[in-house]
C-alpha cells in the first residue's frame, strides 16, 4: 500500500500521483464517512486532503510513506470539522441505541470466567502476510455499527480522549468507555475468525 | 526482614478485558494495572486473549498510521 518517493523525484511523484489518490481514496474516505453525517461532508473532506496534498507535494517528506501523509492531512482537517461541527449540532441520539446491541456476556461463564480458551494467533512473518492482516483490519473496521466506529475512530485515529469524545457528542464517559471496549471485542473477534478460522 | 506481598484483588477475565480496553486509553489507575498484570500471569486464557488485543492494537496503529494514542 505504501510508496516511497525521494523529494529529488518530485516530477516523477507528480506524475504518479493521481494514480495514487485513486489507490488510497477508498480508505480516506472511510476514515471520513466515519466522522462526518452528511456523504458529501465526507467526500469534500477528502478531496480538501487530496488538494492540499497536490499543492504542497514539496512539502512532502519523503521518509514517511504516501499514505501515511495523506491519512495525517486528513486527520487534521476532521479534527477542525468536528471541533466546530459538534458544538453547534449536538447528536443526542449518537451511540444510544447501540448499547444493547452486541453483548459479549455470551463469551464468559456465570462467573465472568471465559468459556474456552482461544486459539492464538500468530505474527505476520512476511511483507504480503502483514498486508493481508491490514487489509483485514480494514474490512473488520468497516463492520462496526456505524456509531460505534465513529466513537472508535474518534479515539484510536483522531486521538481525542474518551472523557473529548464524551463532551463532544454528549454521552457520559462510561458510554464511551464501552462503545470502546466494544468496538475493540468486535474487532478481536473478527481478525480471530479471519485469522484462525474459529471464533476466538 | 521479610514484607509481606501487597494484596491484590482478584478480578474476573471479563473484568479483565475492561481493563485492557482502558489501559489502551490511559485511563487505568495504578492499582488497576496491578490486577490486571496479576490476573493475566496466572490465566491462560487471558494471556492468550491479551496477546491478541496486542496483536490488533499494533495492527491499528499501523493502518491508521499513528503512534499508540
Same mark, same amino acid.
Given at each position: 500500500v505504501?510508496?516511497n518517493y525521494?523529494?529529488?523525484?518530485?516530477?516523477?511523484?507528480r506524475?504518479?500521483l493521481?494514480r495514487?489518490?485513486?489507490l488510497?481514496r477508498?480508505?480516506l474516505?472511510l476514515?471520513?464517512? +466515519?466522522?462526518l453525517?452528511?456523504?458529501?461532508?465526507?467526500?469534500?473532506?477528502?478531496?480538501d486532503?487530496?488538494?492540499?496534498?497536490?499543492?504542497?507535494?514539496?512539502?512532502f517528506?519523503s521518509?514517511?510513506t504516501?499514505?501515511?501523509?495523506l491519512?495525517?492531512?486528513?486527520r487534521?482537517?476532521?479534527i477542525?470539522?468536528?471541533r466546530s461541527s459538534? +458544538?453547534h449540532?449536538?447528536?443526542?441520539?449518537c451511540?444510544?441505541d447501540?448499547?444493547q446491541?452486541?453483548?459479549f456476556?455470551?463469551l464468559?461463564?456465570?462467573?465472568?470466567?471465559?468459556?474456552?480458551?482461544?486459539?492464538p494467533?500468530?505474527?505476520?512473518?512476511?511483507a504480503?502476510?502483514?498486508?493481508?492482516?491490514?487489509a483485514?483490519l480494514?474490512?473488520?473496521?468497516t463492520?462496526?455499527?456505524?456509531?460505534?466506529? +465513529?466513537?472508535?475512530?474518534? +479515539?484510536?485515529?483522531l486521538?481525542?480522549?474518551?472523557?473529548?469524545?464524551a463532551?463532544?457528542i454528549?454521552?457520559?464517559d462510561g458510554?464511551v468507555?464501552v462503545?470502546?471496549?466494544?468496538?475493540?471485542m468486535?474487532?478481536r473477534?473478527?481478525?480471530?475468525?479471519q485469522?484462525?478460522?474459529?471464533?476466538? | 526482614m521479610?514484607?509481606?506481598?501487597?494484596?491484590i484483588?482478584a478480578?474476573s477475565c471479563?473484568?479483565t478485558?475492561?481493563l485492557?480496553?482502558?489501559?489502551?486509553d490511559?485511563?487505568?489507575?495504578?492499582?488497576?494495572?496491578?490486577?490486571?498484570?496479576h490476573?493475566?500471569a496466572h490465566?491462560k486464557?487471558c494471556?492468550?486473549?491479551s496477546?491478541?488485543?496486542?496483536?490488533?492494537?499494533?495492527a491499528?496503529?499501523?493502518?491508521l498510521?499513528?503512534a499508540?494514542?
Amino acid at each position: 500500500v505504501s510508496s516511497n518517493y525521494t523529494q529529488s523525484s518530485l516530477g516523477e511523484l507528480r506524475q504518479g500521483l493521481e494514480r495514487e489518490f485513486k489507490l488510497h481514496r477508498p480508505f480516506l474516505l472511510l476514515l471520513a464517512q +466515519r466522522q462526518l453525517r452528511e456523504p458529501r461532508d465526507a467526500e469534500d473532506a477528502v478531496q480538501d486532503t487530496l488538494l492540499a496534498a497536490w499543492q504542497t507535494i514539496e512539502a512532502f517528506d519523503s521518509r514517511s510513506t504516501l499514505r501515511t501523509w495523506l491519512v495525517g492531512i486528513l486527520r487534521f482537517k476532521l479534527i477542525d470539522t468536528l471541533r466546530s461541527s459538534y +458544538r453547534h449540532h449536538a447528536r443526542m441520539e449518537c451511540v444510544m441505541d447501540e448499547l444493547q446491541q452486541q453483548d459479549f456476556s455470551s463469551l464468559f461463564d456465570e462467573h465472568e470466567q471465559w468459556l474456552a480458551t482461544s486459539t492464538p494467533w500468530t505474527s505476520p512473518q512476511t511483507a504480503l502476510e502483514s498486508k493481508q492482516l491490514l487489509a483485514t483490519l480494514e474490512a473488520c473496521l468497516t463492520r462496526l455499527p456505524e456509531q460505534t466506529g +465513529r466513537v472508535f475512530l474518534m +479515539r484510536e485515529y483522531l486521538g481525542f480522549k474518551a472523557t473529548e469524545i464524551a463532551s463532544l457528542i454528549h454521552l457520559e464517559d462510561g458510554h464511551v468507555r464501552v462503545l470502546l471496549l466494544r468496538a475493540r471485542m468486535s474487532l478481536r473477534l473478527c481478525l480471530g475468525i479471519q485469522l484462525t478460522g474459529v471464533q476466538a | 526482614m521479610t514484607f509481606a506481598r501487597p494484596h491484590i484483588a482478584a478480578i474476573s477475565c471479563q473484568q479483565t478485558t475492561v481493563l485492557v480496553s482502558l489501559q489502551r486509553d490511559h485511563d487505568i489507575q495504578p492499582e488497576q494495572t496491578r490486577q490486571l498484570t496479576h490476573h493475566i500471569a496466572h490465566c491462560k486464557p487471558c494471556q492468550v486473549a491479551s496477546e491478541q488485543f496486542s496483536h490488533l492494537f499494533v495492527a491499528l496503529d499501523t493502518l491508521l498510521e499513528r503512534a499508540p494514542p
